[in-house]
C-alpha cells in the first residue's frame, strides 16, 4: 500500500468552526490531491498540489483553502464549515503528471 | 466541467459471470486509471493504462484505452463475490493540467 496516512479519520463539528484535514505521504511523490465524495457525485478535485508551495484549484473548490509547506504533508482547510461541506475527503498522491494515484483511507467529516 | 460518463450505474450479475463497464467523454485524455472501492475504504488502483489501444490484465481483469483516447474499458471474467463494490475509471486530460476526473462509478453486485 502506498503510504500515505490521512488524519483525522471521522471528524465532526459546528457550523462556522474552522477544520484542518491532514494528509501524509511518505512516498516523496511530487503531486497531491484532495477529493470529496458524495452519492451521485462520484470522486470532485477540490485542490491540487504539484509541488511545495504550488497549488491550484478544483473544480469544488470554494469554501476550502490549502497548503503545502514541505513535500509529505497537504493541508485542507475548511475556513468556515458548512453543512454542505459535510463529506467524506480523500486525499491522493502521484509520483508524477500521468502516472498512478493511489489514495487515502478518507476523512468522514460531518458538519452539524 | 469536463466529465466521464460511466455505465452503468450499477448491475446485478450471478457468480461466474463475465462484467464489462466502460467510460466515455467527448475529450482527450493521456491517461486512463481504474479504480475499485469497497465501503467505509478509499479507491484502491487496479490497472493503469498509457497508450491509445493499450490492452493490460490483472488476474481476471482487462482494461482497455480507446483508440480515440476519449473511452477506456474494464472487464471482468468468471465473476466472484468478492468483486462486489464499486468501480471507477479516472482520467487525465490531454490539455496539459495536472488532474483525473472520475467517472460517477458503477455498483457491481454478485449474486452467489
Known amino acids: 500500500d502506498a503510504g500515505i496516512t490521512q488524519s483525522p479519520r471521522h471528524k465532526v463539528t459546528e457550523t462556522g468552526t474552522p477544520v484542518t484535514l491532514r494528509c501524509h505521504q511518505t512516498e516523496n511523490h511530487r503531486y497531491m490531491y484532495w477529493y470529496r465524495q458524495d452519492p451521485g457525485h462520484g470522486l470532485r478535485l477540490i485542490h491540487y498540489s504539484y509541488g511545495v508551495k504550488d497549488t491550484d484549484k478544483g473544480e469544488v473548490s470554494d469554501g476550502y483553502s490549502v497548503s503545502r509547506s514541505k513535500t509529505e504533508d497537504f493541508l485542507l482547510t475548511l475556513e468556515s464549515a458548512t453543512s454542505s461541506q459535510t463529506s467524506v475527503y480523500f486525499c491522493?498522491?502521484?509520483?508524477?503528471?500521468?502516472?498512478?494515484?493511489?489514495f487515502g483511507q478518507g476523512t468522514r467529516l460531518t458538519v452539524v | 466541467g469536463q466529465q466521464l460518463n460511466q455505465s452503468p450505474q450499477s448491475m446485478f450479475i450471478q457468480e461466474g459471470e463475465d462484467v464489462s463497464m466502460n467510460c466515455t467523454s467527448s475529450?482527450?485524455?493521456?491517461?486512463w486509471l481504474w479504480y475499485k472501492q469497497d465501503p467505509g475504504e478509499g479507491p484502491v488502483l487496479l490497472i493503469a493504462?498509457?497508450?491509445?489501444?493499450e490492452l493490460t490484465s490483472n488476474g481476471r481483469l482487462t482494461a482497455q484505452f480507446g483508440i480515440t483516447r476519449k473511452d477506456s474499458f474494464l472487464n471482468i471474467s468468471a465473476s466472484i463475490p468478492s468483486d462486489v463494490g464499486i468501480y471507477f475509471c479516472?482520467?487525465?486530460?490531454?490539455?496539459?493540467?495536472?488532474?483525473?476526473?472520475f467517472g460517477t462509478g458503477t455498483r457491481l453486485k454478485v449474486l452467489a
Open positions: 475529450s482527450i485524455f493521456n491517461t
Open positions: 479516472a482520467g487525465q486530460l490531454a490539455s496539459g493540467t495536472y488532474k483525473y476526473i
Open positions: 493504462l498509457y497508450k491509445a489501444g
Open positions: 491522493a498522491i502521484s509520483r508524477d503528471r500521468g502516472t498512478e494515484a493511489f
